[in-house]
């Protein structure tokens, strides 16, 4: 597979603008080439938002390679060393927006669909590609849309890899087989205002608030296991009063977050969190939301097939992990008992000068090329 394939695809894309949820014609690119190889390709735009369902075979078992062609905002353009969307080769590494997030994993999907549907035409089962342009916004019209329009048609995904950069300290040193659950909750405090003189004719939210948050702060929600870390719970805003010093607040309010294992479920969160607050008798109102429940592929083919491809084109044993922050992984899980992600060395991603290792680029597509011929023999 001649890496220059996969490069070019590469630049390609990262030249296309696609800050979130703009797409900037690279799904439109995509198609062309996929369709050449055989795919039907499906656009489903949902509002600002362009998704591709692209299929090769009716048969199973069906493998799909995920992703998302948005890109966080380049920041300050006078802090880059090259213009974020020129890609820019520098010291055997290809810089640009989108080098490690995910371009370049989505680059080597698409050399290693056309690969192999060029060397087994007539293969076993079917191969599939689902992109979008809202992975790193809500995430509320992308894959989570297309996963909906699937379920309402019967259609389910029998293994998926995610292109996500999951390479820590080397290429090819972890695969994420889950990620924890994201819950997060608004609580407003109601209180009631008054001089700061007079407390008797006040009610002060934050001293209500004050022994519940430090219960709620202290403990401990569940043990984790053998995948997991134990669930976290942690404030990241709180806000209260005018601004004046002589006025008790009439309300509070506080923004916090789980990052929950599959030791909890959303519902024994919530329920627990609620039973501390009226344990204090605090005066509140709680508005819920729901990131993503957590999933956890255990061991079993798909990641056997992923790890063998990784460990004789680095020789590396990858490391699983469902450390992290959030993925579309998510939702594709629910129509998918077997979901992993793996990609390029994520140390860039989201800051400056991202980049990717030109090596990395013909590796990452010969590991995807091998895991299809694994699963589809």
Same mark, same amino acid.
């Given at each position: 597979?001649?890496?220059?394939?996969?490069?070019?695809?590469?630049? !390609?894309l =990262?030249? *296309?603008?696609?800050?979130?949820?703009?797409?900037?014609?690279?799904?439109?690119?995509?198609?062309?080439?996929?369709?050449?190889a055989?795919?039907?390709?499906?656009?489903i735009?949902?509002?600002?938002?362009?998704?591709?369902?692209?299929?090769?075979?009716a048969?199973?078992?069906l493998?799909?390679?995920?992703?998302?062609?948005?890109?966080?905002?380049?920041?300050?353009?006078?802090?880059?060393?090259?213009?974020?969307?020129?890609?820019?080769?520098?010291?055997?590494?290809?810089?640009? *927006?989108?080098?490690a997030?995910?371009?370049?994993?989505?680059?080597?999907?698409?050399?290693?669909?056309?690969?192999?549907?060029?060397?087994? @035409?007539?293969?076993?089962?079917?191969?599939a590609?689902?992109?979008?342009?809202?992975?790193?916004?809500?995430?509320?019209?992308?894959?989570?849309?297309?996963?909906?329009?699937?379920? +309402?048609?019967?259609?389910?995904?029998?293994?998926?890899?995610?292109?996500?950069?999951?390479?820590?300290?080397?290429? #090819?040193?972890?695969?994420?087989? +889950?990620?924890?659950?994201?819950?997060?909750g608004r609580?407003?405090?109601? #209180?009631?205002?008054?001089h700061?003189?007079?407390?008797?004719?006040?009610?002060? @939210?934050?001293?209500?608030?004050?022994?519940?948050?430090?219960?709620?702060?202290?403990?401990?929600?569940?043990?984790?296991?053998?995948?997991?870390?134990?669930?976290?719970?942690?404030?990241?805003?709180?806000?209260?009063?005018?601004?004046?010093?002589?006025?008790?607040?009439?309300?509070?309010?506080? !923004?916090f977050?789980? *990052?929950?294992?599959?030791?909890?479920?959303?519902?024994?969160?919530?329920?627990?969190?609620?039973?501390?607050?009226?344990?204090h008798? $605090?005066?509140?109102?709680?508005?819920?939301?729901?990131?993503?429940?957590?999933?956890?592929t255990?061991?079993?083919?798909?990641v056997?097939?992923?790890?063998?491809?990784?460990?004789?084109h680095t020789?590396?044993?990858?490391?699983?992990?469902?450390? +992290?922050?959030?993925?579309?992984?998510?939702?594709?899980?629910?129509?998918?008992?077997?979901?992993?992600?793996? #990609?390029? $060395?994520?140390?860039?991603?989201?800051?400056?000068?991202?980049?990717?290792?030109? +090596?990395?680029?013909?590796?990452?597509?010969? =590991?995807?090329? !091998?895991?299809?011929?694994?699963?589809?023999?």
């Amino acid at each position: 597979m001649p890496e220059a394939g996969v490069l070019e695809l590469a630049k !390609d894309l =990262i030249a *296309r603008r696609s800050v979130t949820p703009e797409d900037g014609g690279c799904q439109t690119l995509l198609a062309r080439r996929l369709s050449a190889a055989g795919f039907h390709c499906e656009s489903i735009v949902c509002g600002e938002v362009s998704n591709l369902w692209a299929r090769r075979g009716a048969a199973r078992p069906l493998v799909c390679f995920a992703g998302h062609t948005d890109v966080v905002p380049p920041g300050p353009l006078s802090e880059w060393r090259s213009d974020p969307f020129v890609p820019t080769i520098r010291d055997g590494r290809l810089y640009g *927006r989108g080098a490690a997030d995910m371009k370049s994993s989505i680059a080597a999907f698409v050399l290693a669909a056309e690969a192999f549907s060029a060397e087994r @035409p007539g293969h076993s089962g079917s191969i599939a590609l689902l992109l979008t342009s809202d992975e790193e916004g809500p995430s509320v019209d992308g894959t989570v849309r297309v996963v909906e329009r699937m379920k +309402g048609r019967g259609e389910t995904i029998d293994y998926c890899i995610v292109g996500e950069p999951t390479s820590v300290r080397a290429f #090819g040193d972890m695969i994420k087989n +889950g990620r924890r659950g994201s819950l997060s909750g608004r609580l407003k405090v109601r #209180g009631v205002q008054a001089h700061i003189a007079y407390p008797h004719l006040g009610r002060n @939210p934050i001293h209500d608030l004050a022994p519940a948050l430090a219960e709620l702060a202290a403990t401990q929600w569940d043990r984790g296991n053998e995948f997991f870390p134990p669930t976290s719970w942690q404030v990241s805003n709180i806000h209260a009063g005018t601004g004046a010093g002589n006025i008790i607040p009439g309300s509070l309010e506080l !923004d916090f977050n789980f *990052r929950y294992s599959n030791e909890s479920s959303d519902e024994s969160l919530q329920a627990r969190v609620e039973e501390v607050l009226k344990k204090h008798g $605090v005066d509140y109102s709680l508005e819920w939301t729901l990131g993503g429940k957590p999933f956890l592929t255990r061991p079993g083919k798909l990641v056997e097939v992923v790890s063998s491809a990784i460990r004789k084109h680095t020789g590396l044993a990858a490391e699983l992990s469902t450390t +992290g922050g959030t993925s579309d992984a998510r939702f594709i899980a629910d129509i998918c008992p077997e979901v992993v992600e793996f #990609g390029p $060395v994520n140390s860039s991603i989201h800051k400056l000068n991202e980049h990717i290792a030109l +090596g990395e680029l013909e590796t990452l597509s010969a =590991i995807y090329l !091998d895991t299809l011929r694994a699963l589809l023999p």
